[in-house]
Structure formats: structure tokens, C-alpha cells
């Protein structure tokens, strides 16, 4: 049977189905709706678990998750790409090692400027004294630094005991890692080492052996000396067979089937290692390099605001302010990431090594200057992959990788 | 309606421009115009962000043809295709010859079916198996390759292996559709023509010869032309999720860095003067195909 439909109708529903779209998003809650990108994947992880406990608050803000991609290059290309139409994200996890680029071409905004000076305090003061400098990008405090991670050994208990080596052994330097590990792939056939090929991990190595970078003034020093020093030191065991190069993801998933002795990565990775390792696991401290200071980085990423939008800055105001709360930290230290505040929160089993090196003292992440940083950044990882790879020699690839990283920060 | 504009009416009416005219302001709009935005763009610094251009006039295209990369881009991409283009058009080829001689319904079906599978799953998808299967400590070809003695291999990782993972990937993923378009080319094939040729005693590879494969010769070059455009541009979704273009760009191919200097370092100038440059070789290597490869084939 038809029937007729009147225009009055016609006109309801035919509002009714364009609402959603015409409306501002906004207009159809009262809450302010600020979204905050990231790149941690699963509806377990928790991320999720600090943003649904937030918005069960009820405080008239709503954080919406927005997952953009798995690693912070490109949820920083694609940040770029929605900024420039005009559709950026409110707040992002921005990668310590993009900061100047976030803060010069995103706009990540400064902290003073939309919050105030006595709120920018009052958040950054529930920070340990160490971390706080580390907020700051160019003196700038842009970032809330609430994910910190450092390098760290994982070390396979099972095959380290297999190989008759001392069950609680804690290498502090690679000199005397380095002859275990070759003891554990001798006695076992496992591969013994195996360590990431980014610019993460050299960066200790350069460190530790009193190099850097790039310095204080933003130049690129990566040839010094002592960073020569030690990229040989990171590469040794390559040279020696005891690490066989491979992807990030082929060393975890190799490392969680127990085909390595011992795994170099970092420590807000433990709890995606530890779901799959049907073995004992034991993360010790980065070893440094015999006879000069321990000097380790940390690494990870700020919640950076980049909205520009009055209620959306307030709004994740509120939101910084429950993460850093005792209660919201408690459920971000469950990815893996230090207790870098004030907060009394007893250490997770598991984190103890990390929590001791960055009580320690860590440096920060080194910070890829210019506008052209993110390409900056790849190629300094092509030259550290070629290094490993034998294609140039140590000097040859570092003095290369300066005078690239030179002109990209002239231009 | 005024005579004059019913004389307008009825002469546009009758003029092929009210026909073509959607298809041609389609054209020009989705087509020409970012094809002559791209090269007005490639004389220019031009920042996503503040929506400010730079004259730069001929640097772009100075800059790309010194850099090493777009060099090691280059020879990739004849790497790829020198060797996909035999592959891809080859095998299916013969699959296809071997294929329609299967007596058995089923189990023609059924080769037909598993052959053809890969073509249907996305890039992404295939890397989490291909993944798995390359891990040089416990992947399953490092594992086969021990039992026969044969030392591990860094697939992803190693400078000189990673391009030929890639083209492994690539053609394990795409020859399915060329051997469907064999396929349906032989199906088409009258049989009149092959039975009367083994009356007269030919071999099944004498009738695949010199009777099927001119009969064929159509399909056979659609086959390459469009494999010499997957080649080009689609792998790149293998390159992406399997190795990124690395170890230090050892597997880019044009696309690639183009992709590479347009959406991940933002060079819009520099990328717009690699799309150009691109644009130029395939128009070339286009036109050699149809000028050496159209002889050929033969329609009737």
C-alpha cells in the first residue's frame, strides 16, 4: 500500500539525515570534543583504558581517540597533511625526536602562551626535576613529557642459563657483554645479540662514548671523535657474527619465538614482548662502553597541543591534568613507559632496570632541527644502515652522514 | 522560447560537443589540469602549511637528476621491470597453455582458483604472511633453505637481497590477473583451427606456437602493457610494507621516492619535478611499446 508523504514530512527527515553532517560536531553533545592522535594500536591498550577513564569523569570535556598510524613519523606526516586542510589534530603524541619540527612547522603550541604561566607550572611541576628540562624544546615548553622509555637488554633467561653463564649477571659494559654473548651463541646455536637499526639505540653508543649528534647549537657532530668510537662499538658484534641484521618488527617477533640470546631495545616495549615469550625474561640496564661515564638517553614521545581553538586548549588541559594525576599515571605505566612524575606509584615488575637508569640521569632524544628534521632523521638512519651493513667504513659513513644532515638544515 | 534561442538549441543540439562535452570537461578537470598544475609546481618551493610559493625556476629538476637516490630509483625500477615483465607475462603464459589442457573440470577449477587467489588480497594483507615467512631467524624460507644446507639470508635487510624480495612478493601477488586474461584469450580460440592442426599431426607445442599464441597476440599485449604499468606504479604498495624503500633505499623505484619526497619529507617542488620527469619516461617507454611491440600482434 502507498502513501502519500506530505512535504512537512519530507522536510523532517530529510533534516533529520543531514543533521549529522551539516551541524558542527560540537552542537550534538555538550561536551567539548577534543581529539588526540597517537599510534598505539589495540582497544586494549592503555591508551584507551587513561582515555575512557578521563571521559567517565564526566568533566565536559570528551577525548576521542584517533590511532593515525604506528609510528611517529608518519602520524607526524599525516598530522601535517590534516593541519594543512585545516582539520589538525587538538593533541598528539608527538616524538621527542620531531619536537623542533612539531614546534616550527606543525605549530605545536606553547604551553605559556595557552595555558598560562602558573598553569604551565602547576602541570610541569608534577614532573621529577630531571624530566622537566626535557619538556622544553628550544626553551619552549611545549609537551606534556609523559611517555619516557630508555634503552635496555632483554635478556633470554632461559638460553643466558642454558649457556652455563651466571644466571644474574649484569654486564656494564659492552666489553664484557659482548664475550657472553658469544658464549650464549656458542653453546646454545641461538643468534646471541641483536640490536635496532634506527638512530635511537647508536645514539647511546655515541653518547657513551662522549660523543653527540647534534650539539647544543643544532649542528650535526655525529663525526666526532668519540662518536666514531662508538658506532665501532655498536657495530663489533655484526662484524664478530654474533648479530644478524634485521627489521624492528623481525627482531621482536624472532626474540618472542626464542631465537635470540639477547635483544637491545626499548623498555616501553616490554609489554608487547612479553605477551608472546613463553620463556624467562630479564631486562638489565644498556650497558655503557669500559673506562668512561654512563650517559643514556631516554626516548618515547609529549603530548603536544595543537589546536588552536580556546575550548579545545582548555579541554586538554584537563585531560593533562588527569594523566599526570596518580590515578591516570597508574594506568599509563602499564605500556611500559617510567614513572617520570612525582607521583608514589610503586615500580612494575619488570621495569626495575629502566626505572634504576633513568634515576640515573638520561639525556634526552636527540631533537632533529630545521623544518626538513623528519628528513633529516631518514637519512641519518640511512647512513647509521649502511654502517652496519659494511658499505662504508665507520669515519666515511659518519663524515657523509654530517655533511648530508648540514644541507638539509641550511635549506 | 525565442526563434533565436531555438536556433541555438537545435544547433548545439545537433553538435558533437553536447555529446563529448561532459567526458572532455572530465578530462580536463581530473587530467589536464593537475597535470599542468604539477608542472607549473615543479618551478616552485611551495610550503603545505603556510600555502606560500617560492620561484625556484629550474632547481627541482637540477636537484633530482644530481641526486644518488633518484639515480638508484631509476635503475630499481629497470631492475623491476626487466624482471617482473618476463615473469608476470611468462609464466602465466605457459600456466595458461598448461592450464586449458587440464581434461578435469575440477581440477582445472580448482588450479585456476588457488593461482588466482593472491590477485584478490591487498598488499598489506600479503606482507603479514610474506613477514613471517622472510624472518631471517624464524622465518619459513631461512628454515627450508637450512635443510638443504644453505646458509640463512636477511630477505628485508640485506642491500643486495631486499629488491629481489620485493619482485618475489610482487609477482606471487599480481600474476593471476595476467593468467586470467590468458586464459579467457585461449577460451576464444576457435577450436576448428586447433582440431584441424592435429588432424594434420601438429604437437601440442607446435598448435601453442604457431596457432594459439598470434591468435592470442592481442591479449598478450593488453598483458604487457598493463603489466608495464603495475610494475611501475602499483608495486609500490609492496615496497611500502615490505621493506620501505630500504636498506638505504636499495628497493625505491621512481614512485617510490616520489611518494618519498612528496608525503614524507613535504618537498612539494621537488616531488611535482619527479611526477614530471616520470610522466616523460613512461610517455617514452609507452611509445616504444606501441611502436616496436603493436607489430606484432595481430587482430583479425
Known amino acids: 500500500m502507498s502513501r502519500a508523504v506530505s512535504r512537512r514530512h519530507f522536510t523532517l527527515a530529510a533534516a533529520a539525515l543531514a543533521a549529522p553532517v551539516v551541524l558542527p560536531r560540537e552542537s550534538l553533545g555538550n561536551d567539548v570534543k577534543v581529539d588526540l592522535v597517537h599510534l598505539f594500536s589495540g582497544a ?36 601535517m597533511a590534516s593541519i594543512a586542510a585545516g582539520r589538525g589534530p587538538a593533541m598528539m603524541t608527538t616524538g621527542w625526536k620531531l619536537g623542533d619540527f612539531a614546534r616550527k612547522t606543525l605549530g605545536a603550541q606553547d604551553f605559556r602562551q595557552i595555558f598560562g604561566p602558573d598553569r604551565t607550572q602547576a602541570l610541569l611541576a608534577k614532573f621529577r626535576p630531571q624530566v622537566r628540562p626535557l619538556a622544553a624544546i628550544g626553551g619552549v615548553p ?47 646455536g641461538k643468534q646471541g645479540l641483536c640490536y635496532e637499526v634506527n638512530e635511537w639505540l647508536p645514539q647511546a653508543f655515541i653518547q657513551n662514548a662522549g660523543g653527540d649528534v647534534i650539539d647544543g647549537d643544532g649542528r650535526p657532530v655525529m663525526d666526532s671523535a668519540a662518536a666514531v668510537k662508538g658506532i665501532e662499538a655498536f657495530v663489533q658484534p655484526r662484524r664478530d657474527n654474533l648479530w644478524r641484521v634485521m627489521t624492528i618488527p623481525e627482531m621482536v617477533a624472532a626474540y618472542q619465538a626464542g631465537a635470540i640470546g639477547v635483544m637491545a631495545s626499548s623498555s616501553a616495549r616490554q609489554s608487547v614482548v612479553r605477551q608472546a615469550a613463553k620463556f624467562d625474561l630479564r631486562l638489565i640496564q644498556m650497558p655503557g662502553l669500559a673506562g668512561l661515564p654512563r650517559r643514556m638517553n631516554s626516548g618515547g614521545n609529549f603530548l603536544a597541543v595543537y589546536s588552536k581553538v580556546k575550548e579545545q586548549q582548555d579541554g586538554a588541559y584537563k585531560f593533562m591534568e588527569f ?11 602499564e605500556t611500559g613507559y617510567l614513572n617520570v612524575t612525582t607521583n608514589d606509584i610503586p615500580v612494575r615488575p619488570g621495569s626495575e632496570a629502566a626505572q634504576a637508569q633513568m634515576e640515573g640521569g638520561l639525556t634526552s632524544e636527540t631533537i632533529w632541527p630545521g623544518a626538513r628534521g623528519l628528513e633529516a632523521l631518514t637519512v641519518h638512519i640511512d647512513w647509521i644502515t649502511k654502517i652496519v651493513n659494511g658499505a662504508v667504513s665507520v669515519p666515511d659513513g659518519l663524515r657523509s652522514d654530517r655533511a648530508a644532515i648540514d644541507k638539509l638544515i641550511a635549506a | 522560447m525565442t526563434t533565436a534561442w531555438r536556433g541555438a538549441w537545435r544547433r548545439l543540439a545537433g553538435s558533437p560537443w ?21 608542472l607549473g609546481l615543479s618551478f616552485f618551493d611551495w610550503s603545505l602549511l603556510r600555502q606560500e610559493a ?13 641526486n644518488p637516490d633518484f639515480h638508484l630509483a631509476l635503475v630499481n625500477t629497470g631492475v623491476y621491470l626487466a624482471a617482473l615483465l618476463p615473469l608476470q607475462v611468462g609464466i602465466p603464459l605457459v600456466l595458461a597453455f598448461a592450464l586449458v589442457r587440464v581434461k578435469a573440470k575440477a581440477t582445472g577449477r580448482l588450479y585456476r582458483t588457488a593461482l588466482f587467489a593472491p590477485s584478490v588480497l591487498s598488499f598489506p594483507v600479503a606482507a603479514v604472511v610474506w613477514l613471517w615467512l622472510f624472518n631471517p631467524t624464524v622465518g619459513f624460507l631461512n628454515t627450508l633453505g637450512g635443510a638443504v644446507g644453505l646458509p640463512p639470508q636477511r630477505w628485508l635487510t640485506d642491500p643486495d637481497i631486499a629488491i629481489w624480495s620485493v619482485i618475489i612478493v610482487a609477482f606471487w601477488k599480481s600474476f593471476g590477473l595476467n593468467l586470467l586474461i590468458f586464459l ?23 598448435q601453442a606456437i604457431d596457432i594459439e599464441l598470434p591468435l592470442i597476440s592481442p591479449a598478450l599485449f593488453f598483458a604487457v602493457v598493463t603489466t608495464i604499468i603495475v ?7 609492496a615496497v611500502d610494507v615490505l621493506t620501505e624503500g630500504g636498506p638505504y633505499r636499495t628497493s625505491s623505484n621512481l614512485l617510490y621516492f616520489l611518494y618519498e619526497r612528496g608525503f614524507r619529507h613535504f618537498q612539494f617542488g621537488e616531488a611535482a619535478a619527479v611526477a614530471v620527469l616520470i610522466a616523460a619516461i613512461v ?3 609507452t611509445w616504444a611499446q606501441f611502436r616496436f611491440g603493436e607489430r606484432h600482434v595481430h587482430y583479425d
Open chain 2, 283 to 285: 610517455a617514452g617507454v
Open chain 1, 323 to 333: 594523566v599526570t594525576s596518580k590515578e591516570g599515571f597508574e594506568i599509563w605505566l
Open chain 1, 142 to 188: 611545549i609537551g606534556l613529557p609523559w611517555s619516557m622509555s630508555t634503552p635496555v637488554l632483554y635478556i633470554n633467561q632461559s638460553l643466558w642459563t642454558e649457556a652455563g653463564l651466571d644466571p644474574a649477571a649484569t654486564p656494564k659494559t659492552v666489553e664484557e657483554l659482548y664475550p657472553m654473548v658469544r658464549q650464549l651463541q656458542d653453546k646454545t
Open chain 2, 231 to 237: 610494475v611501475l606504479d602499483e608495486i609500490v604498495g
Open chain 2, 54 to 66: 617560492t620561484w625556484r625556476g629550474l632547481d627541482h629538476y637540477r636537484g633530482t637528476l644530481a
Open chain 1, 44 to 79: 586494549e591498550h592503555p591508551i584507551q583504558k587513561v582515555i575512557k577513564a578521563f571521559n567517565d569523569k564526566g568533566t565536559g570535556v570528551t577525548v576521542v581517540s584517533r590511532q593515525d598510524g604506528t609510528t611517529y613519523e608518519t602520524i607526524t606526516q599525516k598530522a
Open chain 2, 18 to 38: 553536447l555529446f563529448a562535452g561532459p567526458a572532455v570537461a572530465a578530462a580536463i578537470l581530473f587530467v589536464w589540469l593537475p597535470m599542468a598544475s604539477t
Open chain 2, 184 to 206: 579467457a584469450a585461449l577460451a576464444n580460440v576457435p577450436t576448428d583451427v586447433t582440431e584441424a592442426a592435429r588432424i594434420d599431426g601438429a604437437s601440442p607445442l607446435r
